[in-house]
T-cell receptor, first 113, second 114 residues
Framework: NAGVTQTPKFQVLKTGQSMTLQCAQD?????MYWYRQDPGMGLRLIYY???????DKGEVPNGYNVSRLNKREFSLRLESAAPSQTSVYFC????????????FGSGTRLTVV | GEDVEQSLFLSVREGDSSVINCTYT??????LYWYKQEPGAGLQLLTY?????DMKQDQRLTVLLNKKDKHLSLRIADTQTGDSAIYFC??????????????FGAGTRLAVHP
């Protein structure tokens, strides 16, 4: 099925460990986004990529890095995980032109102990 | 910056109507969205309204937009237990270079009881 695929779905890390969250879309969308969701705070934008080859910081970029590997893939890396990064992470994409709703992945639930 | 506010909880009886409210600060958003999130799942686009419209109806869903008051609402008629979920209001914020991003409210948890 067409859409946004995120891996892994669940992950437990120890403080200081690193990991990369993967995201891929097969809808030929230009723009891709990484959000984190915390209780009572809605979704906050971490990083986004308006088009292939570009990335920009969102509201809460500290502690994260991203790579737009190609048009399909946009990965999020935690270099040294901290308990404050315990959250649910969502990747999203949109065509890039016009004001159309985003398509979201099913999320990665990350716990840092 | 853009701010979007929603009440956090709503409880309704099955068969009644639900009304979820949202207020926002930036009036430049051309589209305003409602997303639904079921437990353990991602966000699903439920409906949207273009900013030059006052109302949009889609089966059991009615979206009302009051641009003067910067108020958006989602009405669900004949609410069912399957409607229990978190509902997010989202508006578009624009940046230099023509880029934009969605700003989300904190989400309203709708609980439907018999």
């Amino acid at each position: 099925n067409a859409g946004v695929t995120q891996t892994p779905k669940f992950q437990v890390l120890k403080t200081g460990q690193s990991m990369t969250l993967q995201c891929a879309q097969d809808m030929n969308h230009n723009s891709m986004y990484w959000y984190r969701q915390d209780p009572g705070m809605g979704l906050r934008l971490i990083y986004y990529s308006a088009s292939e080859g570009t990335t920009d910081k969102g509201e809460v970029p500290n502690g994260y890095n991203v790579s737009r590997l190609n048009k399909r893939e946009f990965s999020l890396r935690l270099e040294s995980a901290a308990p404050s990064q315990t959250s649910v992470y969502f990747c999203a994409s949109r065509p890039g032109t016009g004001d159309y709703g985003y398509t979201f992945g099913s999320g990665t639930r990350l716990t840092v102990v | 910056g853009e701010d979007v506010e929603q009440s956090l909880f709503l409880s309704v009886r099955e068969g009644d109507s639900s009304v979820i409210n949202c207020t926002y600060t930036d009036s430049s958003s051309t589209y305003l969205y409602w997303y639904k999130q079921e437990p353990g799942a991602g966000l699903q686009l439920l409906t949207y309204i273009f900013s030059n419209m006052d109302m949009k109806q889609d089966q059991r869903l009615t979206v009302l937009l009051n641009k003067k008051d910067k108020h958006l609402s989602l009405r669900i008629a004949d609410t069912q237990t399957g409607d229990s979920a978190i509902y997010f209001c989202a508006v578009v914020a624009f940046f230099s270079g023509g880029y934009n991003k969605l700003i989300f409210g904190a989400g309203t948890r709708l609980a439907v009881h018999p």
